[in-house]
């Protein structure tokens, strides 16, 4: 569908999105399946559908509104996805780069992805946040394959410390803060849509993962690509597959996301508030 993206093409969508925002934020958030809600802490807000952006993605996953929201959040500009795109949904890897590449031209320095995610380690439960501190990609792939774009980044570029460290750190704070603890983890990326079985998780677990989901790794790579600062959140809205006797993960989900939107949209909030 998207035969080779060059520059001009992601500057298109920018150069749309500036036209209806005026000044870019220096801050993006991607909002991870039902975490939607908090777009409605956003105040002064402009809103622009996907399928309105030259070039851009629309999203076809339940629980995914379809639109970037421009306004203030904690007292600060940002530029929020409210629906994101997956592999699952039949983009390939490729095409998940659009979003970030865009809001790199648009000028955003700091990217926040949140997700819901299934909790592989024994100790976490369910409706704990955590604080990716890395992530693990074994399913032989890359956004960034293909031909390089060298105004976007470096042909081959490094992936220690992804996920930012001070970002980290000051999203452990805010939680404090704010009454509560977050948990630090590795984030295992499994493409879906199908759960994982069993067998799969005790795999990941011995490799080190802590969290297994099905986004936020080709927009944290690409962002690694082009150097933006990121911070990623997982909600627990599930133990993993071998935690849990009877496997309705759907209903997991939606049950989680009613007790702790609550505490995840604070603390976003917060974080948000703290960044420079
Ligand atoms: N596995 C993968 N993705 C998920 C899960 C899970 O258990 N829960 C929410 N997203």
Do not use: W
Not at 18 to 32: D, F, H, M, S
Not at 81 to 87: L, V
């Amino acid at each position: 569908m998207y035969e080779k993206p060059d520059y001009e093409f992601y500057r298109k969508s920018a150069e749309y999105i500036r036209e209806k925002i005026g000044t870019p934020p220096a801050v993006g958030i991607v909002l991870g399946t039902c975490l939607g809600e908090i777009e409605h802490e956003i105040t002064d807000k402009t809103e622009i559908y996907y399928k309105e952006i030259p070039n851009f993605l629309i999203s076809t996953a339940p629980g995914h509104a379809g639109k970037l929201v421009c306004g203030r959040l904690g007292g600060k500009r940002v530029l929020c996805m409210a629906g994101r795109f997956h592999h699952y949904e039949g983009y390939s890897f490729e095409e998940l780069r659009i979003p970030v590449y865009v809001f790199k031209l648009l000028g955003i320095r700091t990217l926040i992805l949140t997700n819901a995610a299934g909790a592989v380690n024994l100790n976490y439960e369910t409706g704990d946040i955590c604080v990716i501190k890395d992530h693990i990609n074994l399913c032989g792939v890359s956004p960034q394959r293909g031909e390089n774009i060298p105004e976007l980044g470096e042909r081959f570029f490094s992936m220690n410390d992804v996920y930012t460290p001070s970002l980290r750190r000051l999203a452990k704070d805010a939680a404090v803060e704010l009454g509560f603890s977050l948990q630090e983890g590795v984030y295992y990326f499994a493409p879906g849509p199908q759960f994982e079985t069993p067998a799969e998780i005790r795999a990941m677990r011995l490799l080190g993962a802590d969290m297994v989901g099905m986004s936020t790794v080709p927009e944290a790579i690409t962002a690694a690509h082009c150097r933006m600062d990121v911070l990623g959140l997982s909600l627990a809205t599930n133990l993993s597959a071998d935690r849990v006797l009877d496997h309705d993960v759907t209903e997991d989900v939606n049950n989680v996301e009613d007790v702790v939107s609550g505490r995840f949209r604070a603390l976003l909030t917060k974080i948000v508030s703290r960044l420079d």
